[in-house]
């Protein structure tokens, strides 16, 4: 079997190494367990049975075309990959991190190989903004302090974030990150995250944040800061101090990033609380007939909203007349208004609200 | 028919090199072309050794810009953010991202090679661009090697490296050629590293110098007070006349936690002017003494001939990631102008000397400091344009807050404090350079930085909004007369003119766009008048 193998890997190396190189990962990962299933000797690990049919419908998707859906081999253009050198030798040595991968997921220890090319990863593509040891840097958070971080178990959460970015949190879409890199990534946070020595770490802790007076922080709250303009501490703050801790809790009460209604936030359902920060519009059109709605999107040159009925609407800005709402103006004028003193008591304050 | 099979490919060969060698003198860069860049080449990162990136081509104007077309696109491929500016010369335009580098037919957008450096771990942020000298593209890569590649083909001529990437260095910036040297330097500010630019023999590779910003840690009598960090990651700026290169030098090191190195840090957060055949310090200037918020001067300094009080004046412009706008004497770093041009909360005034006085009450605290600007600074890599004609320095801008952390568990080495952006608003701001003062300004439409910008002869500034376009605008007063919804822009723009067709380049995530007046409309812009 093996030397027959081998013989046939010989007459198709060529364009195999050539076509191989140009196919996906997910190709790989697919082809590897296929592989895995027909040459049982060769490759002793194999993934997770969803993690194969997804794959399988991926490959199906974009390679089966040439590869055939099995990856037996398809037309004249693609090769049959489960005898191509490439993918054998590959599989062998990913199929034993695979395995060792899947087996430590949950008392969380990595191969150290996983973890290498994790903090290689990491160092090119993240350290910017989190620090090369994860542990904080340049605007983005310390990851080892991170909830989502504490949540995931085997990189779903880190995944989707990393996949998908955070959308107005300065977190940018990585989405050409595979399964491999994403694993190795993962194995890198959590083996920094047992490993982090207290004085690399970029912590905001809660008890960082209580400096401030939440008397005078109330007396601001209903006179100076006109907080109570829009607030109360028996309505939308009602209990706000039991959602809401720490930093999360200082970053919201300064500014939250608007929303649109058209914009999900993925990966935070925790924070979600739809609606209540999306600026509103009205627009009125050459009829003299308005449109009000949730703001949806604007720029110089086109204004969007979503109308009562939920349908997308959008004009160039010519052509209409509009006003836009936005309820957190009073937020941004406010912050050039501050003391941090002011901020701290408001901080306070709201800390009680439980 | 033997013969004939062997023959023939060698004498087609003979024919391709001698036509090749022929062109190769066309093409390329002659060094000296750099002290005037011709109209069909924007020969270096800023387009000229100025850095006002102003361009005088007048053929897209305020009359004609409403009919601008796409006359070619370049995809990469790549989802890499390009922010590189490209370079053109001999009709062949060179850009890059972090570990490529594309040659592409200047006119057409057509692909003529592609250069791929290995993975490695030094920070993809970003790459600012290649530079040309001869035949030779230099490249540096995210691991701190510097690429020398011929320019017909990209293969490899040299590599060499310049810092250990395990330190903490990586490498961003678009090397700066003056005569044979090129200079490149460092970044990198998560450890307590010295800011150092150097100077590669351009032939050989062979380091001729190197400038350090900061000493070594543990320096004894160390003049930054124990500070390390002051990388030097944009482009510099060069004064032929006087034979000075101008750069700026990024913060300090711990960045955030600042109590064990006091003083001013020099020379971080400042202007240095250097002789570029030396290496040797000249003068110093510094916006951001005992910088605290990561607020690096790297930002262009900007070089203009011109009244200052009425006085001819050599100067040096900056507006700084500080929120602050300077004007000095570059003949000897002295201060003609300080003021702000965004929204600043961290200072006490201005020195006797023109420099920010910091207010120590803003320094990062462990219960957190609401500070503007935020880390991401009023402005940053984007270059801004200097227009002579209408004096005004045009700045992509943002009025933006932040806050700001440091306690003793966060130590001493590299960041060392924690920062969050809380709110950012995008403004385009004409900066008027004898007195300061804004002459106007235009809403970019969201809180993140937008794009760079280029002005032209004809009154025009090319740049991008923060939401998805790239707009010309009427340089006399901010407003807008052409846009398209591309993308976000996310470099500076350049110009060239090719078979007298003038070209804007801008670049949105991993393609270049090319804009153009229709072929028609430029026939009738070359021959309109002898109708």
């Known amino acids: 079997m093996m030397s027959f193998l081998l013989y046939s890997l010989r007459a198709r190396r060529r364009c195999g190494l050539v076509l191989a190189v140009l196919i996906c990962i997910v190709a790989h990962s697919y082809a590897r367990s296929r592989n895995g299933q027909d040459l049982a000797s060769a490759t002793s690990g194999s993934a997770p049975l969803g993690q194969i049919q997804a794959r399988q419908e991926l490959f199906s998707a974009r390679c089966g075309v040439c590869h055939g859906r099995d990856?037996?081999?398809?037309?004249?253009?693609?090769?049959?990959?489960?005898?191509?050198?490439?993918?054998?030798?590959?599989?062998?040595?990913?199929?034993?991190?695979?395995?060792?991968?899947?087996?430590?997921?949950?008392?969380?220890?990595?191969?150290?190989?996983?973890?290498?090319?994790?903090?290689?990863?990491?160092?090119?593509?993240?350290?910017?903004?989190?620090?090369?040891?994860?542990?904080?840097?340049?605007?983005?958070?310390?990851?080892m302090a991170s909830a989502l971080v504490e949540q995931d178990v085997h990189g779903e959460k880190i995944g989707e974030v990393v996949r998908n970015g955070r959308l107005g949190k300065g977190m940018p879409a990585f989405d050409h990150v595979d399964e491999q890199q994403l694993a190795a990534l993962v194995a890198f946070i959590y083996d920094r995250k047992v490993k982090a020595k207290e004085g690399r770490r970029r912590t905001v802790d809660v008890s960082d944040l209580q400096t401030g007076n939440a008397e005078a922080g109330m007396r601001y709250f209903n006179g100076a800061g006109?907080?109570?303009?829009?607030?109360?501490?028996?309505?939308?703050?009602?209990?706000?101090?039991?959602?809401?801790?720490?930093?999360?809790?200082?970053?919201?009460?300064?500014?939250?990033?608007?929303?649109?209604?058209?914009?999900?936030?993925?990966?935070?359902?925790?924070?979600?609380?739809?609606?209540?920060?999306?600026?509103?519009?009205?627009?009125?059109?050459?009829?003299?007939?308005?449109?009000?709605?949730?703001?949806?999107?604007?720029?110089?040159?086109?204004?969007?909203?979503?109308?009562?009925?939920?349908?997308?609407?959008?004009?160039?800005?010519?052509?209409?007349?509009?006003?836009?709402m936005n309820p957190l103006d009073a937020h941004i004028e406010q912050l050039?208004?501050?003391?941090?003193?002011?901020?701290?008591?408001?901080l306070a304050y709201l800390q009680t609200l439980r | 028919m033997k013969l004939v099979r062997e023959i023939f490919p060698l004498a087609a060969v003979l024919v391709l090199a001698s036509a090749f060698c022929g062109r190769a003198s066309a093409q390329g860069i002659d060094p000296a072309t750099l002290l005037k860049p011709t109209s069909d080449s924007w020969p270096m990162y800023h387009g000229d050794y100025s850095g006002q990136r102003h361009s005088h081509l007048s053929q897209i104007t305020p009359a004609n810009v409403h009919e601008l077309t796409l006359a070619w696109a370049f995809q990469t491929g790549q989802t890499t953010q390009i922010k590189s500016s490209p370079i053109v010369a001999g009709g062949i335009l060179y850009v890059s991202i972090p570990d490529h580098v594309w040659a592409v037919d200047a006119r057409t957008g057509s692909r003529v090679w592609h250069y791929n450096y290995p993975p490695n771990e030094g920070s993809h942020i970003g790459n600012r661009g290649v530079a040309l000298y001869k035949d030779s593209v230099?490249?540096?890569?995210?691991?701190?090697?510097?690429?020398?590649?011929?320019?017909?083909?990209?293969?490899?001529?040299?590599?060499?490296?310049?810092?250990?990437v395990k330190e903490g260095y990586w490498s961003s910036v678009a090397p700066l050629i003056v005569r044979d040297h090129v200079l490149v330097g460092l970044s990198g500010d998560f450890d307590n590293l010295p800011g150092m630019l150097k100077s590669l023999d351009a032939e050989t590779g062979q380091v001729q110098w190197t400038f350090y910003s900061t000493p070594s840690p543990g320096t004894p009598g160390s003049p930054s007070g124990g500070a390390t960090g002051g990388n030097m990651w944009i482009t510099g700026t060069y004064d032929p006349e006087s034979n000075v290169v101008f750069e700026g030098t990024g913060n300090p090191t711990p960045v955030l936690a600042a109590q064990l190195r006091p003083g001013d840090n020099p020379w971080t957060c400042s202007i240095v002017a250097l002789n570029p055949d030396t290496g040797k310090f000249i003068w110093g200037f510094q916006p951001s003494p005992h910088d605290t918020h990561d607020w690096d001067a790297?930002?262009?300094?900007?070089?203009?001939?011109?009244?200052?009080?009425?006085?001819?004046?050599?100067?040096?412009?900056?507006?700084?990631?500080?929120g602050y706008f300077f004007v000095l004497d570059r003949t000897n770093g002295k201060s003609l102008l300080t003021t702000t041009f965004a929204a600043v909360n961290w200072s006490s005034g201005v020195d006797k000397d023109g420099r920010p006085i910091r207010n120590a009450a803003k320094d990062p605290a462990r219960d957190g400091r609401l500070v503007s600007p935020d880390e991401g600074g009023a402005t940053n890599y984007r270059s801004p344009s200097f227009d002579a004609r209408t004096g005004l320095l045009v700045v992509s801008s943002r009025d933006a807050y932040g806050i700001y952390f440091s306690k003793p568990e966060h130590g001493t080495v590299g960041w060392g404090g924690a920062d969050y952006e809380v709110f950012g608003k995008a403004v385009l701001r004409a900066i008027d350079y004898q007195t300061g003062k804004i002459r106007w300004n235009h809403d970019l439409g969201g809180g993140g930085a937008a794009a760079g910008v280029l002005t032209t002869?004809?009154?025009?500034?090319?740049?991008?909004?923060?939401?998805?376009?790239?707009?010309?605008?009427?340089?006399?007063?901010?407003?807008?007369?052409?846009?398209s919804a591309i993308g976000h822009v996310g470099n500076s723009p350049i110009t060239y003119e090719l078979d007298g067709r003038q070209y804007v380049i801008v670049a949105s995530d991993g393609a270049l766009f090319a804009w153009a007046l229709p072929e028609k409309s430029v026939e009738q812009t070359r021959f309109g008048s002898h109708k």
Not at chain 1, 336 to 346: G, I, L, Q, R
């Open chain 1, 71 to 143: 990856a037996a081999g398809g037309s004249a253009l693609g090769p049959n990959l489960l005898a191509s050198a490439l993918v054998a030798e590959s599989g062998k040595e990913r199929s034993q991190t695979a395995q060792a991968a899947s087996q430590s997921a949950n008392s969380r220890s990595y191969p150290p190989d996983q973890i290498q090319a994790g903090r290689t990863l990491f160092a090119a593509q993240c350290s910017f903004c989190h620090g090369r040891d994860a542990g904080g840097g340049e605007s983005g958070p310390d990851l």
């Open chain 1, 226 to 324: 006109g907080c109570a303009k829009c607030h109360s501490p028996s309505g939308d703050l009602a209990g706000i101090a039991g959602k809401l801790q720490g930093l999360e809790l200082l970053k919201r009460m300064l500014y939250r990033e608007n929303g649109r209604a058209a914009e999900s936030s993925p990966g935070d359902g925790r924070l979600a609380e739809p609606s209540k920060a999306i600026p509103t519009a009205t627009v009125t059109l050459p009829s003299g007939e308005t449109v009000t709605g949730k703001l949806a999107y604007r720029d110089e040159f086109t204004i969007a909203l979503t109308d009562p009925s939920g349908w997308y609407r959008s004009w160039p800005v010519t052509r209409v007349k509009f006003t836009v």
């Open chain 1, 336 to 346: 050039a208004k501050y003391t941090d003193e002011d901020m701290h008591n408001v």
């Open chain 2, 138 to 164: 230099y490249f540096a890569t995210p691991d701190n090697h510097v690429v020398c590649l011929n320019a017909r083909d990209g293969t490899v001529r040299w590599n060499v490296v310049l810092a250990d």
């Open chain 2, 298 to 322: 790297v930002e262009v300094p900007v070089l203009v001939d011109g009244a200052f009080n009425g006085s001819p004046r050599k100067m040096l412009l900056q507006a700084s990631r500080n």
């Open chain 2, 457 to 483: 002869d004809s009154g025009l500034i090319f740049t991008g909004d923060s939401v998805r376009s790239v707009m010309a605008l009427r340089t006399s007063d901010g407003a807008t007369l052409w846009h």
